[in-house]
C-alpha cells in the first residue's frame, strides 16, 4: 500500500543511521545485521552483543503486509481484507545495573479498507532509578512532543503509564516516558506532521542512549547490584511476552520469532517472593514504580 | 460449592505427601510451606530450592471462587455467575542438565450454572532428550491411564503434544505426557472414577521424579551443557507466560502472582539465532521436539 511503501523507505534509512550512532556511543560493538524475508515480508534485523556498555541490543526494521486474519480481527476491533505494517523498534540491555534498559518503537499500519494508524513510544526501565535522569529523559520527550502539540506529551505520558504496566505485579515497567497507538491524523497535513514526529522520536533515541551512557557508564557495581539486575531483567520478560503489544502481534502473526525475540534480556532470574531491605536502593525503586509520577517537576 | 470444597481438601493432602517424597528423593531440601489467603481464596505455595539435585520447586495447592468475569467468559467461551476452582501444580528445575524439567497439574472447576470439569496433565521436559527415557516415562502414563480407559492415553498424549507447543518456535516444549481439559464425567460413578484418575497421576508424580533422580543425579556435565540448560529454560518461560492456560488465568483472574510464577525458572537466557553444531546432542534434542513420535513405542 502506498503510504506504507513510502514510509518504509524513511524507517529503513533512519534505522542505519540509529544504529551508526548506537555503535558510536558504545565504542567498541558493531551491528550485525540480518536481512530476513518471510511469506508476510521482509526485514532487517540489527543485533549487538558485548560491547563496552551495551550487553545486547536489538534494533528491528521490517515492512509486512497480508492477509487480515480473525486472530488480527479479534486483536484489533475492526474488519479488513488485507494490511500492510512498517516500523522500527529497539531495546537495549546494558551490562552496568546503573545504566537503564531502553525501548523505541515507531511504526505504521494500513489496511485495504482505507483506515491507517502510527503508533510508539519511548520508555526507560532503570534497575536503579535516578531521579534527575528520570526528569531529564521526560523533558526531552516533552520538548519534541511541544513541537508538535501541546497535548502530546501529557496524553502519551499517561498512555505509556497505563500501557508499560505489569499488572500482575501493580508495577511500572520503569519510570514510563510515551507511548500511543492508533493515531490517525486528519488530513495530509496532519499525516505529514505526524510522520515528521514519529522520525523525531527515532533520531533521539540513540541521543537519548548515548548521554546515558557517557553519565552511567563508570559507575560502579557489586554483586548485590547484578543480582538485583537479573529479577529486574526477569520483569521485563514478564511484561513482553505477557502484555507487549508488538511482540503478541508478531508472534500471532507469524513473524519473524528470533528478531521479535530479541528484545530478550540476555539472562534473567526469579526468585520466589524476594523483597529488599528496607530503605535499600533496590526498594526505593520498587516505590517508584507507579504510575501518574509527575516526573518533569520532580523534586 | 459442594464438590470443589471435598475435592480441595483431598488434593490438599495430597500435596503434603508429594512434598515429603520429594524431600526424600532430593536428600536435603526442604519445601518453605508459605499460606496465603486474598479476596480471591486461598492456598498453599510450597517452594524449594537449592537442594541436592533440585535447584528450584513449586509444588502449590489453591482454593478460590468468585465472581466470573467477562474475562473469564470469554476465555472459557460460557456464561455463569460465580465460579469455584481447586488445583495442584507443580513445577522442577534442577541443576544436572541431564536431569529433565517436570510438570504436573490436576485440577478441578465449577461454576454455579450446573457446569463442572476436570483438567490437568503431567509432561516432561528434558534438556538433553534420553529416548529411553523419554518411552519409560510415556509408558508410566500410558499404564495409569489404561486403568480407567483405554482412550485416555492415545487422546490425551495426542492433546499434550497440541498443548504444550510453542508454536511461535515450532517446536514442542519437551517430549509431552498427558493433558485433558474441560473433561465432564457423566454420573456419579464416572465422577468419582475420574477423581480417583486425578489422584493417581498427583500420586505418580513424584515416584517418577525421584526415579528419574536416581538415573540421572550423577551424570557428569560441563559448561556447554550448562548453558544449553539455560537457554532451554528460556524456551520453557516463553511457553509459560505466552501459551500456559493456568499461568494466564492465574494472572488474568487477580491469583497469587508470586505462586504462579514459581514455575519460572531460577534463570533463563536467550541469545539471537542460536544455533548447536550439526549432530550434536543438543541438535539431536531438537531434532526430536516433535508431535506425534509414538514415545511409547520408539525404537
Known amino acids: ?56 541490543a536489538g534494533l528491528n526494521f521490517s515492512h509486512v503486509e497480508g492477509d487480515f486474519s480473525p486472530k488480527m480481527e479479534a486483536i484489533l476491533g475492526m474488519k479488513a481484507n488485507k494490511y500492510s505494517a512498517t516500523g522500527i523498534s529497539s531495546i537495549i540491555h546494558p551490562y552496568n545495573p546503573f545504566m537503564p534498559i531502553i525501548h523505541m518503537n515507531v511504526r505504521y499500519f494500513e489496511l485495504d479498507n482505507g483506515t491507517s494508524w502510527f503508533g510508539g513510544g519511548i520508555d526507560l526501565t532503570p534497575h536503579y532509578i535516578n531521579k534527575a535522569q528520570a526528569t531529564w529523559f521526560h523533558q526531552i520527550l516533552k520538548d519534541i512532543c511541544d513541537k508538535y502539540d501541546k497535548n502530546y506529551y501529557p496524553d502519551y505520558k499517561t498512555w505509556a503509564d497505563n500501557y508499560f504496566f505489569n499488572k500482575h505485579r501493580n508495577e511500572t515497567r520503569g519510570v514510563g516516558g510515551i507511548f500511543f497507538d492508533r493515531i490517525q491524523p486528519k488530513g495530509e497535513e496532519a499525516f505529514e ?30 554483586e548485590v547490584n547484578k543480582q538485583w539486575q537479573a529479577l529486574r531483567r526477569g520483569r521485563y520478560v514478564e511484561y513482553n511476552l505477557v ?57
Chains 1, 2 share one sequence.
Open 1 to 56: 500500500m502506498q503510504h506504507t511503501n513510502k514510509i518504509a523507505s524513511i524507517y529503513k534509512e533512519l534505522q542505519q543511521q540509529m544504529c551508526r550512532q548506537l555503535e558510536e556511543g558504545d565504542g567498541k560493538a558493531v551491528f550485525q545485521q540480518v536481512p530476513w524475508t518471510k511469506d508476510i515480508g521482509s526485514g532487517l534485523t540489527c543485533v549487538m552483543k558485548e560491547g563496552n556498555v551495551i550487553e545486547k
Open 243 to 299: 502484555y507487549d503489544r508488538g511482540t503478541k502481534f508478531g508472534l500471532e502473526s507469524g513473524g519473524n520469532t528470533e528478531s521479535i525475540l530479541v528484545s530478550m534480556p540476555p539472562m534473567a532470574q526469579w526468585e520466589y517472593n524476594f523483597a529488599p531491605e528496607a530503605d535499600s536502593a533496590e526498594q526505593q525503586t520498587l516505590d517508584l514504580l507507579k504510575k501518574e509520577l509527575d516526573w518533569v517537576n520532580m523534586k
Open 193 to 222: 506532521n505526524f510522520l515528521a514526529y514519529t522520525i523525531d522520536l527515532a533520531k533521539a533515541y540513540p541521543n537519548i542512549y548515548c548521554d546515558l551512557m557517557e553519565m552511567n557508564k563508570s559507575v560502579e557495581f557489586n
